[in-house]
Antibody, heavy 119, light 109 residues
Framework: QVQLVQSGAEVKKPGASVKVSCKAS????????ISWVRQAPGQGLEWMGW????????NYAQKLQGRVTMTTDTSTSTAYMELRSLRSDDTAVYYC????????????WGQGTLVTVSS | EIVLTQSPATLSLSPGERATLSCRAS??????LAWYQQKPGQAPRLLIY???NRATGIPARFSGSGSGTDFTLTISSLEPEDFAVYYC???????????FGPGTKVDIK
């Protein structure tokens, strides 16, 4: 069965960086893209960007351009999201999600990783 | 950027009742719209894609309609497990951008 398993919770200070991993199993990793979506406490969903696991092409949300980098390691079927220059409003649960055959809809999601930014 | 608005913000209904949720886009997204359900402490779950197609394993009581700027998610008869927050999502400019609506909470009356 398809599974996306994310790394554990992180606590970071303002200005630091965080790198969250998302290990995929149960499907051919390079046949699908991965998006990252975050959710601040008590708030809605915010799309952060997408990476093709086939060729590494990326698209990032405009507001995060320059602070976010998404990568994949096809040898371990793992996607990564790094966010730099963290601020308190980056505190959120970060999800990875598989897109349905390149459609821009997300059919499988990771369990979420809580990133807390606090001094 | 395309902005999605959802109404109402909260819908208070009883099990067995019909739920009608609305999503409006600031400009046409054609039929490139999805609906997700999210329960507390859980990741979202894809219900409907391309405005009216049920995702795999989604019960027939969930249906979607609309195109252009106005969309509706209907739950024909609420089951206890349907009380949750529902988000719409557009992907009309994929993969350049994706936006979600602010959500509608369906709670028990």
């Amino acid at each position: 069965q398809v599974q996306l398993v994310q790394s554990g919770a992180e606590v970071k200070k303002p200005g630091a960086s965080v790198k969250v991993s998302c290990k995929a199993s149960g499907y051919t990793f390079t046949s699908y893209g991965i998006s990252w979506v975050r959710q601040a406490p008590g708030q809605g969903l915010e799309w952060m960007g997408w990476i093709s696991a086939y060729n590494g092409n990326t698209n990032y949300a405009q507001k995060l351009q320059g602070r976010v980098t998404m990568t994949t390691d096809t040898s371990t079927s793992t996607a990564y999201m790094e966010l730099r220059s963290l601020r308190s409003d980056d505190t959120a649960v970060y999800y990875c999600a598989r897109d349905v055959s390149g459609s821009g809809y997300f059919d499988y999601w990771g369990q979420g990783t809580l990133v807390t930014v606090s001094s | 950027e395309i902005v999605l608005t959802q109404s109402p913000a909260t819908l208070s209904l009883s099990p067995g009742e019909r739920a009608t949720l609305s999503c409006r886009a600031s400009q046409s997204v054609s039929s490139y719209l999805a609906w997700y359900q999210q329960k507390p402490g859980q990741a979202p779950r894809l219900l409907i894609y391309d405005a009216s197609n049920r995702a795999t394993g989604i019960p027939a009581r969930f249906s979607g309609s609309g195109s252009g700027t106005d969309f509706t998610l209907t739950i024909s008869s609420l089951e206890p497990e349907d009380f949750a927050v529902y988000y719409c999502q557009q992907r009309s400019n994929w993969p350049r951008t994706v936006t979600f609506g602010p959500g509608t909470k369906v709670d028990i009356k």
